[in-house]
């Protein structure tokens, strides 16, 4: 008997709280049993916009369960139904995810990769918060290859977009990941300068 003939909406509710819960708790564990059996219930349904949604999550708890292994896998479950459905949506989330799983994994060219694929996505369909990762993403893989010119051209695009739509919260998290590359590149003055800024928007 397939898990849709037992209530769907009640179940898909219970487990999509289950999830919301854990991951709240950092139980990525929880998270990620409850992800494969919502994808399980959308996959029966032939619903697959959702079961692709449910992969890019699983990808995410992974990763922060530190499993860039299994982050990989479902990540490329969620762009296989992405492409599929044509989803342009999902798929710049879904390489966006899996250029954090890849950067995890330290294969740092295959993460730029795959974070330049969101960002081109996000611009083509006008979509300021893949854009906006997108290079938050490219800034972060640009460090830890320690290419930090492209580091930080990418972190101040970043601002660049958080600041025009008055995000306050996502400007500072972008100050904070500029001294953390200043910081790498032995410049206290500069990460002096981004730790101030970011302290002013959080604060005020």
Same mark, same amino acid.
Request: aromatic share 8%; with cysteine.
């Given at each position: 008997m397939g898990l849709f003939k037992k209530d769907p909406i009640?179940?898909?509710s219970k487990l999509?709280?289950?999830r919301e819960e854990a @991951? $709240?708790?950092?139980?990525?564990?929880? =998270?990620?049993?409850?992800?494969?059996?919502?994808?399980?219930i959308f996959m029966e349904n032939g619903d697959k916009e959702r079961e692709g949604v449910v992969y890019n999550n699983m990808a995410t708890d992974y990763l922060s369960a530190r499993n860039a292994k299994e982050a990989i896998k479902c990540g490329e479950k969620a762009l296989e139904i992405a492409k599929d459905i044509a989803n342009k949506q999902l798929e710049g989330g @879904? +390489? %966006?995810?899996?250029? %954090?799983? +890849?950067?995890e994994s330290r294969d740092f060219k295959k993460a730029i990769e795959y974070h330049q694929k969101s960002l081109k996505i996000g611009k083509a369909i006008n979509n300021t918060g893949l854009e906006f990762y997108g290079y938050v993403g490219l800034g972060q893989d640009y460090r830890k290859s320690k290419d930090f010119d492209k580091a930080i051209e990418s972190c101040e695009k970043a601002l660049g977009i958080a600041k025009s739509v008055g995000d306050r919260k996502n400007t500072a998290g972008v100050h904070i990941q500029l001294v953390e590359i200043y910081k790498s590149m032995k410049n206290r003055k500069k =990460? $002096?300068?981004?730790?101030?800024?970011a302290k002013t928007l959080l604060w005020l």
């Amino acid at each position: 008997m397939g898990l849709f003939k037992k209530d769907p909406i009640k179940q898909i509710s219970k487990l999509i709280q289950v999830r919301e819960e854990a @991951c $709240a708790k950092e139980e990525w564990g929880k =998270a990620i049993e409850a992800g494969e059996k919502l994808a399980q219930i959308f996959m029966e349904n032939g619903d697959k916009e959702r079961e692709g949604v449910v992969y890019n999550n699983m990808a995410t708890d992974y990763l922060s369960a530190r499993n860039a292994k299994e982050a990989i896998k479902c990540g490329e479950k969620a762009l296989e139904i992405a492409k599929d459905i044509a989803n342009k949506q999902l798929e710049g989330g @879904c +390489y %966006s995810t899996l250029g %954090s799983a +890849y950067r995890e994994s330290r294969d740092f060219k295959k993460a730029i990769e795959y974070h330049q694929k969101s960002l081109k996505i996000g611009k083509a369909i006008n979509n300021t918060g893949l854009e906006f990762y997108g290079y938050v993403g490219l800034g972060q893989d640009y460090r830890k290859s320690k290419d930090f010119d492209k580091a930080i051209e990418s972190c101040e695009k970043a601002l660049g977009i958080a600041k025009s739509v008055g995000d306050r919260k996502n400007t500072a998290g972008v100050h904070i990941q500029l001294v953390e590359i200043y910081k790498s590149m032995k410049n206290r003055k500069k =990460a $002096a300068e981004h730790a101030e800024k970011a302290k002013t928007l959080l604060w005020l």
